[in-house]
């Protein structure tokens, strides 16, 4: 079987995996519950202050991302990589997995600036396990405040115990294979824990969006941490469906109705998708500047 043969039917397994999950919870959910808590008036300046916050965690990846690729010889200005960036966002939406955002940033590098492929994997590698570190750093110290129902100094000393290996991870893991110094690794975890922060916050207007109670934030906090690292699996299309059903199981499990929780997931999705298209229109010049390093080289040889 070809390789282009095996990315197009790992597009369609994500596919169906996403229909079959969507499909599960229409089954599960009142529709018209969902549309009555869409339609509340006076909620839309909170959907828009969730898409800027979004947009701007979208902005602090990039900066860090391009940390990590100056370390191995890529020069790009950080307008241009966050173009790349955006296109990269758009790929991992609508092209077939196994190509996606991070393979087109990596091709687009190698053409244009000579940089191995093994070095821009190892660094987009490095970039997608640091931000998850920050993320399950996050999550560790809110699962105490989740009302799990464990004992409260037990989860405590659990998730601090969590919390310290998280870091440990972190630090000797940049020093080993990157040898940073500490200003710089400094600088990676802010900006991940900066993209993390700016995201809970954006899911909070979110949560005002859709009236949910301040004293329940916490926990769809935790939940949404918990559904980001789902939807990071390569099961479902974008995270769709996945994202959705996480929050669905996780919610009911903490005695939260959970219809809630699965429109704030299909609401971050579209915001998501909506950031995502601008991509599209970044390629084209992202694609010229590739044909024209292609070109310099060829003359140059």
């Not at 053409?111 to 750093?137: F, H, N």
């Not at 464990?150 to 290996?165: E, K, Q, T």
Request: hydrophobic content about 55%.
């Amino acid at each position: 079987m070809s390789s282009r043969a095996r990315k197009w039917i790992k597009l369609a397994v994500q596919v169906l995996v996403s229909v079959g999950l969507v499909a599960f919870l229409a089954q599960k959910l009142d529709f018209t519950e969902i549309k009555a808590i869409l339609n509340r008036p006076g909620g839309w300046p909170w959907l828009l202050g969730a898409f800027v916050l979004f947009n701007a965690s979208k902005i602090v990846a990039a900066l860090r991302l391009n940390i990590y690729q100056r370390h191995v010889g890529v020069v790009l200005s950080e307008g241009q990589n966050l173009r790349l960036y955006y296109a990269g966002m758009f790929l991992n939406l609508f092209l077939p997995g196994g190509i996606g955002g991070d393979g087109y940033k990596i091709f687009v590098l190698n053409r244009q600036q000579g940089v191995p492929v093994k070095k821009l994997v190892l660094v987009t590698l490095a970039d997608r396990v640091s931000g998850l570190l920050c993320l399950l750093l996050l999550l560790c110290g809110l699962v105490p405040w989740v009302g799990l129902g464990w004992h409260g100094s037990w989860s405590s000393r659990a998730a601090f115990a969590c919390i310290v290996l998280t870091l440990l991870s972190f630090l000797i893991g940049h020093r080993l294979f990157f040898s940073f110094r500490f200003p710089t690794t400094l600088r990676i975890f802010a900006s991940g824990l900066a993209v993390q922060l700016l995201q809970l916050i954006g899911i909070g207007l979110l949560l005002a969006f859709l009236n949910v109670s301040i004293s329940q934030y916490i926990p769809y906090l935790a939940v949404f941490l918990a559904s980001s690292i789902v939807a990071v699996l390569p099961l479902s299309l974008g995270g769709l469906g996945a994202r959705e059903v996480t929050f669905f199981y996780c919610l009911n499990l903490l005695g939260i109705d959970p219809i809630h929780g699965v429109v704030l997931s299909s609401c971050f999705f579209l915001i998501t998708v909506v950031s995502s298209l601008p991509g599209v229109l970044l390629m084209r010049t992202l694609s010229a500047g590739t044909k024209a390093g292609v070109s310099s080289k060829t003359i140059h040889h």
